[in-house]
């Protein structure tokens, strides 16, 4: 039987639709408006793709957002004294600063230099070390918006063996933190270019997130009988987007499955509402 389509986009709706009541909430009580200041240094056209849709997805909840464009060659010391001028200004919840950065720009540095509590991204150490102990300040926006997916298709996590492909600090680490956290409760292996045999740790997987970012890098017959299988890949192929996962093939064999697009996309989006809001009302306590 063909996998359950898991709908990214109208669950990232519904999500959204409570940041927008909450947010409506925080406006009427504190008299704040959650307020997202994204950066976005060169012109890589993906990346403006997606800061286009965050600011879009600001409006669409009632949120405010501000768009700091930068020269691609804008230098380490102009970027980070914007971040600092953002992190000194009371009218700006959350700082996002979209990655990839121009190459000659130390990331590390930039990101650290987000103040930890306008760190709607999650990539702060502070931030990382409070969701790793399990008390999490911000959660980062794609894998928690892989476990709402994963939640929605109503398959308990605990007990189960999720395999992760991939080891990025943006995706594959934190995902592997929330899976195992108390209350999740999976078995996690994760899986990296070094895993020799790769396909035999995805046919034991009974929920399998691809992070690798190359097409259809997970065969049809790696997908285990009935399992869940999550796909954060975007790639471009031509005019296609094609996910991690080599999709028809993983939706005759799984039991549920995300499209790309319309799976985790949206979401990740979704959750970078909720932290801004979490921001607004941490900052106006
Ligand atoms: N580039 C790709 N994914 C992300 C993300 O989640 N946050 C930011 N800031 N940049 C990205």
Redesign the pocket.
Known sequence: MAARIIDGKLIAEQCRELTATKAAQLKTSRGVVPHLAAILAGDDPA?QV?VRNKERACAKAGLHSTLHRLPADVSQQELIALIQSLNQDPSVNGI?????LPRHLNTTQVLDTVHPLKDV?AFHPENVGLMLQGRPRFLP??PAGVMQLLHSTGTPIAGKHAVIIGRSD?VGKPMAALLIQKGADATVTICHSRTPDIAAFCRQADILVAAVGIPEFVRGDWIKPDAVVIDVGINRVGERLVGDVEYAPALEKAAAITPVPGGVGPM?IAMLLQNTLKAAELQSA
């Open positions: 990346s997606y996002l600063v979209q990655l990839p991204d926006c794609t943006i990740t």
